[in-house]
């Protein structure tokens, strides 16, 4: 007791000023800190990046725990899932026709309400990531969720196309930013590092599931009580799915409970993870604590952006189209439904398979793996003109659209640590977004100017094959001071 007392005693004034330093990442006392940052335990303040295997960490398991909490975080995150579906643009794409007809709007202006969603959601984003580092979701999902449920049910009753437009951005848009995506994803990584790829990919199947039954679903409700009534039904939804089981049990981090992440006891630093540490190799084990200014100074943070915002130009395009594309160029509806659920079912059936791939294979060749798998589907998608190349195409699509979901939250995470992983996912969907913001638009006007949609199928091939080959320049950003 008294040897414990003499090292609290000598590491008071370094420690003292780490805990000045960041205290918006433990939020705990004074006590609990110095106990948890004693020497043994692995403070380390290291001059290289963080390491690109990081989440890979050797811990020991705890023999005691019988269940992790961490995976209820994973059960709500499936949850939000489900119900941020219904207000994807694929889930639009299904209305974009009856409402276009009823609201007498072109397909080039309805095209404008996506690209100011993605618009909204990319100016909140840096304002919510830091939100969810320092609060955790659990508020911000619940009041998210009965936001968007409300504008649903609103939705429902508009007369104009500006009505509608401004119940989607203010309620719909707006509430989904505080209980989708990021949200669910920055938590999950918050709570799992070594098993970070299959948690994330968990959650991420409920989208999936949501994809493969909604465009089935909603054709049923447009049959029995129209557009309209569907838009109610969405809402309730959201609001029995999110807000109860998200205060129930969702919390900001294992830390606060007295947890490590994957349920381990302590992190376990072999000789050779040490030496690794100290020389600033890759098998670092230490985490860094990021500003924003010090993020948007590195290569990693804009190049990450340039790959997945280039991707995301194209995907929001195609989500919103992809059902008229097939119909314009002489398929029947049918085909066309069929191709919405052919690239749902293959991204709901290949999310899993990505989250152990992003675990095992280095994340940069895993990134371009999925990119390559795209774009050689949506190339031979558009030489098609039978329908089973087409499904074909469109298949291989579907299992690289697969890995987006599971691979871009991996390799944020990977680069720059979980304690600011709010905030840093916050710029990069600001900018991200802003790139997608014109997919949408895009797509439309080129067909309102050439009477097809080929164009921009084209251009989609050939951005996705420059982020296959963009991953590979990716390098891990230099940070001075980690964090154990």
């Known amino acids: 007791m008294r040897e414990n007392s003499s090292i609290l005693r000598a590491d008071v004034s370094p420690i003292a000023d780490f805990y000045v330093q960041v205290p918006a990442i433990f939020r705990i006392g004074p006590r609990a800190l110095l106990l948890k940052c004693l020497p043994e335990r692995g403070e380390r303040h290291l001059s290289c990046g963080f390491a690109l295997s990081s989440h890979r960490s050797t811990f020991r398991p705890d023999p005691k725990a019988k269940f992790f909490y961490g995976w209820y975080i994973v059960s709500v995150g499936f949850l939000a899932h489900v119900a941020c579906a219904f207000h994807m643009s694929s889930t639009l794409s299904v209305f974009l026709k009856p409402l276009t007809e009823d609201l007498a709007v072109s397909r080039g202006v309805f095209s404008v309400l996506r690209s100011g969603e993605i618009l909204i959601g990319a100016a909140l984003a840096p304002l919510v990531g830091p939100l969810v580092d320092r609060y955790g979701g659990r508020w911000l999902m619940a009041g998210g969720a009965a936001a968007a449920g409300v504008g649903f049910v609103m939705m429902s009753q508009v007369d104009a196309f500006w009505q509608f437009l401004v119940l989607r951005w203010l309620f719909v848009t707006v509430g989904g930013v505080f209980m989708c995506h990021m949200v669910v994803s920055v938590t999950i990584s918050r709570w799992f590092v070594r098993k970070r790829g299959r948690a994330i990919a968990i959650a991420s199947l409920g989208q999936g599931v949501s994809k493969v039954l ?10 029995w009580v129209g557009w309209r009534w569907t838009w109610s039904i969405f809402g309730v939804i959201t609001l029995v799915l999110i807000v109860v089981p998200a205060l129930i049990f969702m919390r900001r981090s294992p830390e606060e409970m007295g947890m490590q992440p ?106 371009m793996l999925m990119f390559i798998i795209q774009s050689a589907g949506l190339g031979l998608a558009i030489i098609a003109r ?99």
């Open 262 to 367: 994957d349920g381990a006891m302590e992190p376990v630093e072999s000789v050779a993870m040490l030496k690794s540490a100290e020389s600033c190799s890759p098998a670092s084990t230490a985490e860094p604590v990021w500003s924003w200014k010090e993020v948007i100074r590195t290569d990693t943070f804009w190049i990450i952006c340039f790959i997945y915002g280039m991707a995301n130009v194209g995907i929001a395009g195609l989500n919103l189209h992809v059902f008229a594309y097939v119909t314009d160029i002489g398929f029947s509806a049918f085909v066309a439904a069929t191709v919405l659920s052919i690239i749902a079912s293959t991204q709901l059936g290949s999310t899993l398979v990505w989250g152990f791939v992003g675990e095992r294979m280095e994340i940069r060749r895993s990134s």
């Open 386 to 484: 039978e329908a089973a190349p087409l499904y074909v195409g469109f298949f291989l699509y579907g299992i690289g659209l697969g890995g987006g979901w599971v691979l871009q939250e991996l390799v944020w995470a990977t680069y720059f640590g979980r304690f600011s992983l709010g905030m840093v996912r916050g710029l990069g969907i600001l900018v991200t977004h802003a790139f997608g913001a014109a997919g949408a638009p895009f797509f439309g006007f080129v067909h309102d100017l050439t009477g097809s949609y080929q164009l921009s199928f084209v251009g989609f091939v050939a951005a996705l094959v420059v982020s296959a080959f963009l991953c590979l320049a990716v390098r891990a950003p230099r940070k001075s001071v980690a964090v154990n």
């Open 214 to 223: 909604i465009p089935v679903v909603t054709a049923m409700l447009f049959v």
